[in-house]
């Protein structure tokens, strides 16, 4: 619910303006102001600011603007999420609807969240994090995860960072992820077998185990967006 104004200038151009409108679904509950400007000849305009929040945060890739966002970050973003609280979000557009994917610069898009008992998995066949609390944060062509901390197998993690980006033509999305680790020692070795990192093991270590114990430590993972053979993941343990 909300208003609704139109205004009309000699000139032929039309601008539609809201007051704060409601909205609310299962889902999310949200408030937001709307503006298109509407020039003859020229792109439409379109200006949004929307505060956001729910419980239901694996349906937010339902409410993305994909038609706004690289399709291996909609895609991403849409698998990625797998349950929990969506606390605050806000969601700005400002610019012409339609722009060249390689000019970002020519409008503003930014949405940023703060969640809550989240669960996430990076890439399919990769272990799911649970428990996760932070931020993310999509500008542009980029998607960020800040002081994230959560649960991985059994063990904790925190001050943990996440940064996708699809800024190279013709190149694959990225995935860069750095964390701190507490927890048990026999999940390192998860990690390293159970997961696509078996693959790409060097020979040394496909024997190595750790089945009992403690273990502290920092985790460098950078992985492409979509599966490729000739692309490994590069992995950092210490």
Known sequence: DGQLRWFHDGDGQLRLETGVWHLSNPDADADAVVGVT???GQVPQLH????????????????LPSRKMP???TDWLQKALIGGRLTSGRFLYEGPVHIDPLRQQDRTFQMQFAVADAGLRFMPDWPALHG???RVLVDGRRVYGRDLS????????????????????????????SAQVDGQAEDVSKLLHDSPLARDLPGELKDWQLSQGKVVGNLLLQLPLRHAPDVPPRVVVQ
């Not at 001050?159 to 190149?171: L, N, R």
Request: proline share 6%.
């Open 38 to 40: 509407l020039v003859p």
């Open 48 to 63: 949004l600011l929307a505060d956001v929040k729910g419980d239901h945060i694996e349906h937010a890739g339902a409410y």
């Open 71 to 73: 399709t291996a970050l």
């Open 132 to 134: 996760i609390t932070g």
């Open 150 to 177: 959560g649960v991985i197998y059994d063990s904790h993690f925190s001050k943990t960072d996440f940064d996708v980006w699809d800024d190279d033509p013709g190149e694959l999305p990225k995935l860069l992820v």
